[in-house]
């Protein structure tokens, strides 16, 4: 099994600023994950956070909102640029290639106001 | 397309009740069939399926995959309260990646 630190767990933003939100896997693991829950829906994957190379974005989200860090095989960060009240959701960091299971961490509740 | 469709998307049923939750899939770049269970935030991994007609079980949790009719069915006996949450199924996609396609959900409350 995994377990996966989030940080900050909650947080509530001023439009127009930007956060990062930290994801802490406490073994290496090959692949992560960024999703997103907007409120009563299902989760969405925002990208791929590889090591040592650019995140691959899926279909509707640019490097320029989401930038993403994945500086070795146990860290990634997912910074939310320029909010606006569109960007409050939970945003969950998952991690795989631990065997068969994808496990995710705590989130992180954003409130943009 | 990579698409999960759940089904109800809502269902309340009483304490002792037994319910079956159903999610189907795309067939194309199927890898694995995971469902998870949502309470408050994080989802918290119930089973992975890879395998046709193999039932995999978890005490009062048990689910099953038919890879020939592209669904999968999540069966809870004698529900209890603690069971209320959202249930999650995701199909995870080939190609090396573990990336998870979840369907809407479908949101159980068990009442007393």
């Known amino acids: 099994s995994a377990v996966i630190s989030q940080k900050p767990s909650r947080d509530i933003c001023q439009r127009g600023t930007s956060l990062t939100i930290q994801c802490q896997v406490d073994?290496?693991?090959?692949?992560m994950f960024w999703y997103r829950q907007q409120p009563g829906q299902s989760l969405t994957l925002i990208a791929t956070?590889?090591?040592?190379?650019?995140?691959?974005?899926e279909s509707g989200f640019v490097i320029d909102k989401f930038p993403i860090s994945r500086p070795n095989l146990t860290f990634s960060t997912l910074t939310v640029s320029n909010m606006s009240p569109e960007d409050s959701s939970i945003y969950l960091c998952?991690?795989?290639?631990?065997?068969?299971?994808?496990?995710f961490g705590e989130g992180s509740w954003l409130t943009v106001v | 397309e990579d698409k999960v469709v759940q089904s109800p998307l809502s269902l309340v049923v009483h304490e002792g009740d037994t319910v079956t939750l159903n999610c189907s899939y795309e067939?194309?770049?199927?890898?694995?069939l995971l469902w998870y269970k949502q309470e408050k935030k994080a989802p918290t991994f119930l089973f992975m399926l890879?395998?046709?007609?193999i039932e995999k079980k978890s005490g009062r949790l048990s689910s099953i995959l038919d890879k020939k009719e592209l669904f999968s069915i999540l069966n809870i006996t004698a529900t209890q309260t603690g069971d209320s949450a959202v249930y999650l199924c995701?199909?995870?996609?080939?190609?090396?990646?573990?990336?998870?396609?979840f369907g809407k959900g479908t949101k159980l409350t068990v009442n007393p």
């Open positions: 067939v194309t770049n199927f890898r694995s």
């Open positions: 073994s290496q693991v090959t692949m």
């Open positions: 956070a590889n090591q040592g190379s650019e995140a691959t974005y």
């Open positions: 995701g199909k995870c996609l080939q190609g090396g990646s573990e990336k998870l396609v």
């Open positions: 998952s991690v795989g290639g631990l065997g068969n299971t994808i496990y």
């Open positions: 890879t395998s046709s007609g």
